[in-house]
């Protein structure tokens, strides 16, 4: 079960087994919980479902039926596991856990969280407490005092008699709110039907574990486990990439390496050999001569082939709004320099963007037209010339990837630590040599290890870190970094034309909720991110010891072959070998 979309299939199997094949629930429940697992590919709110209760009763009632049943046997087994003594813990554990939000508990479970009548003192002791306290001190005529206390002794009585056949009070907790939906939350689902959870990079694995999951990991640890994403080298080297696989083999000696990408680490030994190094950048020129005829095609933009290849895609995440406000920085450090000092001080740059907004996605609407009306300013400058191009690829997809990929020199995974699952479009630019800078997020931990330190561009909080800073900004003790303030500034003045950008440099202020920029902790790495661009063009000026570099990255990949990832799934989850052909 890929993500919570398809998950369906839990009701569905347990219907065919009950209803057509006439198995018990006990039967079926067996059966499909060894059938089906769960690969939760991002921790991301949209992605972990929540559904409808009332449409699904409509068109689904006797799945409905089912998940109701799962969903009270799970509350159960939570009961179970932590008892009835701690009522507040259990509440708290089968908020978070149970399946269907906001919707009654089972009455057999309700029962559980009831408050106690308070007990009330009878009127011969209350008159006598009320006397004695009354009497203490002040001096008062008896008959006041008496008076008094009679007259609260009654109005007790009356209460006491209203009360007297009332019931236990019910704990809010076991009632649905009526102003808010009813929900499956299907993700939920997914971990309790399955026999068997993975998140899709090491971090993500241990983000659902330690965060996202946490209670279902405490119940059940040895569903856990990791299965980082792949990709085949078969497309994105052998297919895409024509002019280096022909160089791969040719020094390692065979083609076995498009079905054994493990033979790709042989490369290693001849990554300072400047043979390969010639052929290495000549098979890359050759890829950006592609680019070049792609983006004039696409855009009417003219780029330099001499310029480094600069590669991001899009998504709020992912984090472009950090990657275009670096981009005007560096335009606008540029402006300030004479010639002289802006070649001495930066490497030209062809920066290109691709991707796609959702039809609701304002916030990245916004950002691409940034992105473009940048472009516009900044491609026709005459001062900048080929040093600085930004381009917006139109129509991005898996194609137009085939192209790009191949000619990237830097590629940006910049994406909040913590909140990228795994990522595979940084395994495609690593198979062809492209050297990434990017944050300990998703599998850019992993590729940085593959690949060597040395070899990828760090920057930026790390996960563990995030948590604490989104709070400290709340409460308002983040302090931006002067660039960053100035970078803002310079959009406002309106120096990309009309538009009016308060909306999205506003987005990077205040101090709290989700979906506003500084959510990202964009400002927070802004400055991070600005110096690791400084040791890119320092490296890249270094032709050799960037082209080594680039060896390096596609000596590393192997372990982010889909072959590799596809055998882990069949042995530790599927359990199922493969067949033996002769």
Request: hydrophobic share 40%; proline share 4%.
């Amino acid at each position: 079960m890929n993500d919570t979309h398809p998950i369906l299939c839990i009701p569905e199997l347990m219907r065919i087994l009950m209803d057509v094949k006439g198995l018990s629930w006990n039967e079926a429940w067996s059966i499909t919980e060894r059938t089906v697992a769960y690969t939760n590919h991002t921790v991301l709110p949209e992605a972990l479902e929540k559904w409808s209760l009332d449409i699904m009763q409509k068109l689904l009632p006797r799945h409905v039926e089912i998940i109701e049943t799962i969903d009270e046997e799970l509350m159960n087994i939570i009961i179970s596991k932590y008892g009835t003594t701690y009522t507040l813990l259990l509440k708290n554990k089968i908020k978070e856990m149970r399946i269907l939000d906001n919707v009654d508990l089972p009455a057999s479970i309700g029962k559980l969280f009831v408050k106690p009548k308070v007990k009330k003192e009878s009127p011969s002791k209350l008159k006598e407490k009320l006397l004695v306290k009354s009497l203490e001190p002040i001096e008062v005529e008896k008959n006041i005092v008496c008076e008094t206390v009679e007259g609260v002794v009654e109005s007790e009585e009356i209460m006491l008699a209203e009360n007297e056949d009332s019931e236990d009070e019910l704990d809010p907790f076991v009632k649905s709110d009526p102003k808010l939906p009813r929900v499956v939350r299907m993700a939920n689902l997914c971990v309790v039907g399955g026999h068997s959870v993975n998140g899709v990079a090491e971090i993500h694995s241990k983000i659902v574990k330690e965060d996202v999951f946490n209670s279902f990991y405490e119940m059940w640890p040895n569903k856990y486990q990791n299965k980082t994403n792949g990709v085949t080298p078969r497309r994105w080297i052998r297919f895409c990439n024509p002019e280096l696989s022909a160089i791969i083999s040719k020094w390692i000696g065979s083609d076995d390496w498009i079905l054994n990408t493990d033979k790709l680490t042989k490369l290693k030994k001849f990554s300072d050999n400047e043979d390969l190094q010639s052929e290495w950048r000549a098979a890359k020129r050759a890829n950006k001569m592609n680019v070049v005829s792609l983006i004039r095609d696409k855009t009417g933009y003219i780029v330099s082939l001499d310029a480094m290849f600069d590669v991001k895609r899009i998504h709020e995440y992912k984090r472009q709004l950090l990657n275009i406000l670096r981009i005007v920085y560096r335009y606008n450090k540029t402006k300030e320099m004479s010639a002289k000092e802006r070649i001495r001080s930066f490497v030209p740059r062809v920066c290109i963007f691709g991707g796609k907004a959702f039809a609701t996605y304002i916030q990245a609407k916004r950002i691409v037209k940034f992105i473009t009306d940048v472009a516009a300013t900044v491609n026709h400058d005459p001062e900048i010339g080929d040093l600085l191009k930004v381009v917006f690829v139109p129509d991005y997809n898996v194609s137009v990837a085939e192209t790009l990929i191949p000619a990237s020199e830097l590629s940006q995974h910049i994406s909040t630590a913590g909140m990228e699952a795994s990522g595979t479009s940084n395994m495609k630019f690593a198979m062809n040599g492209c050297i990434l800078i990017g944050t300990l997020d998703g599998a850019n931990v992993e590729i940085r290890e593959e690949v060597g330190l040395e070899n990828f561009f760090l920057f930026g909080a790390e996960a563990h870190e995030i948590s604490g800073l989104r709070k400290e900004r709340a409460r308002g003790k983040f302090m931006p970094d002067p660039r960053f303030e100035e970078v803002k500034k310079y959009v406002r003045n309106g120096v990309f034309g009309t538009y009016n950008y308060d909306e999205l440099m506003g987005s990077l202020e205040g101090n709290e909720g989700y979906g506003r920029a500084y959510y990202f902790l964009v400002g927070k790495d802004f400055p991070s991110y600005i110096e690791c661009q400084k040791k890119v063009d320092e490296a890249y000026r270094n032709q050799k010891l960037w082209t080594r570099m680039s060896i390096l990255n596609t000596a590393g990949s192997p372990k982010f072959s889909s072959d590799w990832m596809i055998h882990e799934y069949a042995k530790d989850i599927w359990d199922i070998s493969p067949v033996i052909l002769h």
